[in-house]
């Protein structure tokens, strides 16, 4: 059986530090990637698309009364298919 090649410690640091840098190298890359790119718009079920649009008339008459809020809460059951949450809060992020 061939004997391991032996490695000094100096040379153990220094892949150790080229496989770090290289790391951080790929983990700055993908993250820039990831977050430059455009962001790509959900689609809104027509049920979601109604409840925004109710919301934003109350959102309108209330500013024109005076007041900066509304309440709003979702018409179906959490955790079913057409939970309209994640569409509010996309939507209404700016707004906050």
Do not use: Y
């Not at 000094?8 to 990831?34: D, E, F, M």
């Amino acid at each position: 059986m061939p004997e391991p090649i032996r490695m000094s410690r100096r040379a153990w640091v220094a892949a150790w530090a080229v496989l770090c840098a290289a790391g951080l190298g790929v983990t700055a890359g993908l993250n820039a990637s990831s977050s430059s790119g455009p962001q790509t718009e959900m689609r809104v079920s027509a049920e979601c698309a109604e409840l925004i649009a109710d919301l934003e008339k109350q959102l309108a008459k209330t500013h024109q009364e005076g007041n900066d809020a509304v309440l709003g809460f979702s018409r179906v059951q959490v955790g079913a298919e057409n939970d309209c949450r994640d569409e509010l809060r996309e939507h209404f992020r700016g707004d906050q």
